[in-house]
C-alpha cells in the first residue's frame, strides 16, 4: 500500500521560515520525480517545486529564491524549506509522488499524494 505522509506545517509570521517533510512508502520513489504542490482555500491547487528522479528541480516562480526542495532517495523523503514567508503563501501544502523520471509541473504527472499540511502566515 502506497502511503505519502507531509510534515511541519504550523502558523508563522510573515518573514518566517518552515521547514515541511514527506515520506513515502509502498513503492520505488527513488525512480521518479517528488513534488510539492499546495492549494488556497477557494483557488485551484498549483505547482510549487519538484525535484526529479536524477536531482534535477524546477520551481514555481513565485517561490523561486526563497523555497529549496530536496530529497534522501534512500530514505524516501523530500523535504521543502520554505523562507522569507508572504502571507500569500498560506495554504495546504501537499506531496506528490511522480508517475515517471522527468521534471513536471502538471498535478495529473503524479499518482500518489499525501493529505496535505496547512502553512498559514500571518501579517
Known amino acids: 500500500q502506497v502511503q505519502v505522509l507531509e510534515s511541519g506545517g504550523g502558523l508563522v509570521q510573515a518573514g518566517d521560515s518552515l521547514r515541511l517533510s514527506c515520506t513515502a512508502s509502498?513503492?520505488?520513489?527513488?525512480?521518479?520525480?517528488m513534488a510539492w504542490f499546495r492549494q488556497a482555500p477557494g483557488k485551484e491547487r498549483e505547482f510549487v517545486a519538484t525535484?526529479?528522479?536524477?536531482?534535477?528541480?524546477h520551481y514555481s516562480n513565485f517561490v523561486k529564491g526563497r523555497f529549496t526542495i530536496s530529497r534522501d532517495y534512500a530514505k524516501n523523503t523530500v523535504d521543502l524549506q520554505m523562507n522569507s514567508l508572504k502571507p500569500e503563501d498560506t495554504a495546504t501544502y501537499f506531496c506528490?509522488?511522480?508517475?515517471?523520471?522527468?521534471?513536471?509541473?502538471?498535478?495529473?504527472?503524479?499518482?500518489?499524494w499525501g493529505p496535505g499540511t496547512q502553512v498559514t502566515v500571518s501579517s
Open positions: 509502498g513503492r520505488t520513489f527513488s525512480n521518479v520525480a
Open positions: 525535484m526529479s528522479a536524477n536531482g534535477d528541480t
Open positions: 506528490a509522488a511522480g508517475r515517471t523520471i522527468g521534471v513536471f509541473v502538471s498535478p495529473q504527472m503524479y499518482s500518489d
